[in-house]
T-cell receptor, first 115, second 113 residues
């Protein structure tokens, strides 16, 4: 099976702009989670989508949003970009059935730089 | 109560050595504990995972030891190789939080030839 894919791999944006990142999960996986990775804060959970519904949300401002499509592909959007949003954004997919934990597999990430 | 504490922050060993990375958690509701390996420029890759009903799990050269009463778990890498040089993250999750993982701070491992 193909792994988790993320596009684009690199992005440079200007403060105040918005950005959309895309994630395609492993075939058959219905859960997609997004994480932000920075040197200072490490890996932090943003949100999880399962069957097109947000199931979990981390402690990030409302500028960070996402959605999931019927084919399980997911997009993440960040509006009004700030310099501190520069990070590696990682997507992870899993089977994701409720009331169970399944292995999560990460994509290569999108490196976002805000100038 | 959601934190996972990882140590050491960095670790240097010689080829063939057995690096040990430790993690401690607070939330007793956590019931799944994976370890991830990350190389520069790559996403984290799942190495091995354990559930609290067992005290040890081995997969190849990687072993997880789990101490439920102490709320601690550790990763041992047997016969370490230079190719094992990477950043290792422990994590924890609980069934009621779906796929949400809480990560430790990471350990940068260097294995010298």
């Amino acid at each position: 099976k193909a792994g988790v894919t993320q596009t684009p791999r690199y992005l440079i944006k200007t403060r105040g702009q918005q950005v959309t990142l895309s994630c395609s999960p492993i075939s058959g996986h219905r859960s997609v989670s997004w994480y932000q990775q920075t040197p200072g804060q490490g890996l932090q959970f943003l949100f999880e989508y399962f069957s097109e519904t947000q199931r979990n949300k981390g402690n990030f401002p409302g500028r960070f949003s996402g959605r999931q499509f019927s084919n399980s592909r997911s997009e993440m959007n960040v509006s009004t970009l700030e310099l501190g949003d520069s990070a590696l954004y990682l997507c992870a997919s899993s089977l994701g059935h409720r009331d169970s934990n399944y292995e999560q597999y990460f994509g290569p990430g999108t490196r976002l730089t805000v100038t | 109560q959601q934190q996972v504490k990882q140590s050491p922050q960095s670790l240097i060993v010689q080829k063939g050595g057995i690096p040990i990375i430790n993690c401690a958690y607070e939330n007793t509701a956590f019931d799944y504990f994976p370890w991830y390996q990350q190389f520069p420029g790559k996403g984290p890759a799942l190495l091995i995972a354990i559930r609290p009903d067992v005290s040890e799990k081995k997969e190849g050269r990687f072993t997880i030891s789990f101490n439920k009463s102490a709320k601690q778990f550790s990763l041992h890498i047997m016969d370490s190789q230079p190719g094992d040089s990477a950043t290792y993250f422990c994590a924890a999750s609980k069934k009621t939080s779906g796929s949400r993982l809480t990560f430790g701070e990471g350990t940068q491992l260097t294995v010298n030839p």
